[in-house]
């Protein structure tokens, strides 16, 4: 992917999202980031690269909040973006880490809610340790309000460390009424999927979305090593704050989470005829609602790492 450095305008961008775009950058040059680099991507979206000291970068699209890419030194991926992604505002970007926000689905409105097919802004950058840490910023707007009419403020925050990268998604109601929500981090790993395997998910109650995703089949997970043999997807409830995924191309990444209290699996099989022998999700997910009074907050962390 091209990477273009875009010091203070930037294109395709509406005009709140220039001035708080801006604003960000100049700051980041005044408070010198090391390591916070605005770029254009695919398709002339903006995105944020993040590079750590230790030669690890990942690159995020504010179109979606979507982290795309988590590269370890020496570049491996170990996120993974469909070939058939676009990157033209048309529809989410398939692939990386996706927010599904505020409805996981299926339900009331569309699949996956609004959260990954609207710009989010940079609100700040830092250095923590020396490693790179932005926080981008979702708020309603009226295209959220015309599905889901509540105000709401999301803060992501996103660091990258040598071995890793972690997560923090704060929801505030910053509405006069309270409202409930389900969602998800829709990770895509890269993965060879007939050598793919997660570790940690034994005794979980399922709801197996295999026939029917509107009526899910109830059970309880016996396998000590879960296996992608075909299509599968499937709600493991009250998972483990730590899985293993064994991507099948010799990494094993520890998934850790706090207040992610589900876990979902998910591998298309020949749905995805293209490409689905490359990746496979293990998502970190809230399927239970969490309802926040007006002010309440509600934060979950993630933190993927190379074992
Ligand atoms: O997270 C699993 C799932 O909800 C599946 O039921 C399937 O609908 C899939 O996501 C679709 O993912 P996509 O990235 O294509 O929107």
Same mark, same amino acid.
């Given at each position: 992917?091209?990477?273009?450095?875009?010091?203070?305008?930037?294109?395709?961008?509406?005009?709140?999202?220039?001035?708080?775009?801006?604003?960000?950058? *100049?700051?980041?040059?005044?408070?010198?980031? =090391?390591?916070?680099?605005? =770029?254009?991507?695919?398709?002339?979206?903006?995105?944020?690269?993040?590079?750590?000291?230790?030669?690890?970068?990942?690159?995020?699209?504010?179109?979606?909040?979507?982290?795309?890419? #988590?590269?370890? /030194?020496?570049?491996?991926?170990?996120?993974?973006?469909?070939?058939?992604? !676009?990157?033209?505002?048309?529809?989410?970007?398939?692939?990386?880490?996706?927010?599904?926000? /505020?409805?996981?689905?299926?339900?009331?409105?569309? &699949?996956?809610?609004?959260?990954?097919?609207?710009? #989010?802004?940079?609100?700040?950058?830092?250095?923590?340790?020396?490693? /790179?840490?932005?926080?981008?910023?979702?708020?309603?707007?009226?295209?959220?309000?015309?599905?889901?009419?509540?105000?709401?403020?999301?803060?992501?925050?996103?660091?990258?460390? +040598?071995?890793?990268?972690?997560?923090?998604?704060?929801?505030?109601?910053?509405? *006069?009424? /309270?409202?409930?929500?389900?969602?998800?981090?829709? =990770?895509?790993?890269?993965? +060879?999927?007939?050598?793919?395997?997660?570790?940690?998910?034994?005794?979980?109650?399922?709801l197996n979305k295999d026939p029917d995703p509107?009526?899910p089949?109830?059970?309880?997970?016996?396998?000590?090593?879960?296996?992608?043999?075909?299509? !599968?997807d499937c709600i493991?409830?009250?998972?483990?704050?730590?899985?293993?995924?064994?991507?099948?191309?010799?990494?094993?990444?520890?998934?850790?989470? *706090?207040?992610?209290?589900?876990?979902?699996?998910?591998?298309?099989?020949?749905?995805?005829?293209?490409?689905?022998?490359?990746?496979?999700?293990?998502?970190?997910?809230?399927?239970?609602?969490?309802?926040?009074?007006?002010?309440?907050?509600? !934060? +979950?962390? &993630?933190?993927?790492?190379?074992?």
């Amino acid at each position: 992917m091209a990477s273009v450095s875009i010091p203070l305008s930037l294109p395709n961008l509406n005009l709140r999202r220039v001035n708080r775009f801006s604003g960000m950058a *100049s700051a980041s040059a005044n408070r010198a980031t =090391t390591g916070v680099k605005i =770029t254009e991507g695919v398709g002339n979206l903006p995105r944020v690269v993040l590079t750590s000291p230790h030669g690890s970068e990942a690159e995020i699209y504010l179109y979606g909040g979507c982290l795309t890419s #988590w590269k370890l /030194p020496g570049g491996k991926d170990l996120l993974f973006v469909r070939p058939d992604a !676009v990157f033209d505002k048309k529809k989410p970007i398939s692939g990386g880490l996706p927010h599904c926000f /505020p409805q996981f689905g299926p339900g009331a409105i569309q &699949q996956h809610g609004f959260a990954r097919n609207m710009d #989010w802004s940079v609100v700040n950058s830092e250095n923590v340790e020396g490693d /790179p840490v932005v926080t981008l910023e979702l708020k309603d707007e009226p295209y959220s309000r015309a599905m889901w009419d509540f105000g709401f403020q999301a803060l992501y925050k996103v660091m990258l460390n +040598a071995k890793s990268v972690s997560t923090e998604l704060k929801i505030t109601n910053t509405d *006069s009424k /309270p409202f409930s929500f389900t969602t998800a981090l829709h =990770t895509y790993f890269s993965a +060879a999927v007939t050598g793919a395997s997660v570790k940690g998910l034994k005794g979980c109650k399922t709801l197996n979305k295999d026939p029917d995703p509107k009526n899910p089949l109830e059970g309880q997970e016996e396998r000590d090593v879960v296996t992608f043999p075909g299509f !599968v997807d499937c709600i493991y409830l009250d998972a483990p704050a730590e899985l293993h995924l064994d991507n099948g191309l010799g990494d094993v990444i520890t998934i850790k989470n *706090s207040n992610w209290t589900d876990t979902v699996l998910w591998n298309p099989h020949l749905q995805i005829e293209a490409c689905y022998k490359d990746f496979v999700c293990v998502e970190n997910a809230k399927i239970g609602r969490v309802h926040l009074e007006p002010s309440e907050s509600w !934060v +979950a962390t &993630q933190q993927l790492s190379l074992s």
